[in-house]
């Protein structure tokens, strides 16, 4: 599991339990190790995008600081989007907002990896 995966399993259980124990036990390493590489994918991807191509006469110091902060937003991007969500409430809600089910959307696509 990579820094992500971790993050989204200390994330999970302080602030949404509910989800957590949604998923069964037995899914929970699979469920996190993927939902961390895709989220290190997702991130690269971003971090590159929004980088764009070295400018013309860029010193080292320049390079270094842009590539860092193309990283960090798309860090903040990706990880709100699926490792760090907002807490869940107290009140039941069987309907999640289409920005909340991305998490599930993917439990499910691991799920049927995995009977394949």
Known sequence: MNKYAHMAIHHWQTFL???L???PESDRTRFFTELGEQAASEIEELQMQLAGPDPKGEGYL???GRLNAA???AEEKVLSELIL???EDDE???SLPPEDRRW???WRE???EGDE
Do not use: G, S, T
């Open 17 to 19: 339990p509910d989800r």
């Open 92 to 94: 039941e809600d069987d």
């Open 104 to 106: 599930f959307d993917r």
């Open 110 to 112: 691991i799920m049927e």
């Open 21 to 23: 124990r949604a998923i």
């Open 71 to 73: 990283r960090m937003q």
């Open 85 to 87: 969500l907002a807490p």
């Open 62 to 64: 320049e390079k270094v």
